[in-house]
């Protein structure tokens, strides 16, 4: 059985992440999969952080917290990843593969 205080969290998380991932302007998988983080994160963490924080008689507020700004942390790192030229890269790496290996390049 879940308890009255778990469904607080669960919503308290669930509302955080859902609010940041639509402010991130995720959308489909993306948004799905950052949904389920942020939650993950503010069922499993919130409970942590209220503890280090001091705020154990507010886990839910803390649970939203976690959730927003675990998906806030996710969204900058989508895209740092996204902003690496990921192409010329592989290219680079098969050039360099290719000549270490001793086979002529195709082009």
Known sequence: MIEPDSINNIVAGSAGS???AWL???TG???IFMFMGGLSAAWFLGPVVAKKVDLVENQAAVGFAVGFLSIMLMRKVFEVIESFP???MGRSLLSALRNLLGVKDDE
């Open 86 to 88: 990921a192409a010329k």
């Open 29 to 31: 998988y993306t948004l």
């Open 18 to 20: 859902g609010i940041a």
């Open 24 to 26: 991130a302007r995720a």
